[in-house]
T-cell receptor, first 114, second 115 residues
Framework: SQQGEEDPQALSIQEGENATMNCSYK?????LQWYRQNSGRGLVHLIL?????REKHSGRLRVTLDTSKKSSSLLITASRAADTASYFC??????????????FGQGTILTVHP | NAGVTQTPKFQVLKTGQSMTLQCAQD?????MYWYRQDPGMGLRLIYY???????DKGEVPNGYNVSRLNKREFSLRLESAAPSQTSVYFC??????????????FGDGTRLSIL
């Protein structure tokens, strides 16, 4: 079963606007990761936030993590048409035998209109 | 740098046929993974290999086998393909083999249709 749930399933915005995507997970984690997938391509890693971190920035990306609510959010500021893609959160479950295994959410389809 | 390379990119099979999906990484990573992605869903883990010489089942292993041929290569085999295995298959690799904080690096996928 999918651990991650993402919200919204689809998001359509204008270039220059901000885009916010939310993710919830069910079990304790080592870290939570966000990936982007362009149509017909593989996933590209965007950002990793550790379980003891609350916020992390990378360029126009801002990720927050609330372990008490088992939730994370990805904010893309000043969006561009090139940001059009599917975005996935992935939970790396805690535990000595996790071996980096990820449980993915169903993804948010972001469309940025020029 | 090639990263993670998957072959073939596309394949059509008939029910009952067998085939092997190949994956190779050139980043000297320890861990490798096979996922499948179905329409409207996230990725689901089929098998993984935490280090050379070890493999283990993921969430949806039925109907598949894997081989970690060496540190670079991790193959996925369908012994008797079924229409339910129509999907896009992704291979990924990760630097560490334990529970550390490393991202995964993905190939571009193999699009497999089973008629």
């Amino acid at each position: 079963s999918q651990q991650g749930e993402e919200d919204p399933q689809a998001l359509s915005i204008q270039e220059g606007e901000n885009a916010t995507m939310n993710c919830s997970y069910k079990t304790s984690i080592n870290n939570l990761q966000w990936y982007r997938q362009n149509s017909g391509r593989g996933l590209v890693h965007l950002i990793l936030i550790r379980s003891n971190e609350r916020e992390k920035h990378s360029g126009r990306l801002r990720v927050t993590l609330d372990t008490s609510k088992k939730s994370s959010s990805l904010l893309i500021t000043a969006s561009r048409a090139a940001d059009t893609a599917s975005y996935f959160c992935a939970a790396n479950n805690a535990g000595g035998t996790s071996y980096g295994k990820l449980t993915f959410g169903q993804g948010t389809i972001l469309t940025v209109h020029p | 740098n090639a990263g993670v390379t998957q072959t073939p990119k596309f394949q059509v099979l008939k029910t009952g046929q067998s085939m092997t999906l190949q994956c190779a990484q050139d980043m000297n990573h320890n861990s490798m993974y096979w996922y499948r992605q179905d329409p409207g869903m996230g990725l689901r883990l089929i098998y993984y290999s935490a280090s050379e010489g070890t493999t283990d089942k993921g969430e949806v292993p039925n109907g598949y086998n894997v081989s970690r041929l060496n540190k670079r290569e991790f193959s996925l085999r369908l012994e008797s393909a079924a229409p339910s295995q129509t999907s896009v298959y992704f291979c990924a690799s990760r630097e560490g083999s334990g529970a550390g904080n490393w991202p995964q690096h993905f190939g571009d996928g193999t699009r497999l249709s089973i008629l």
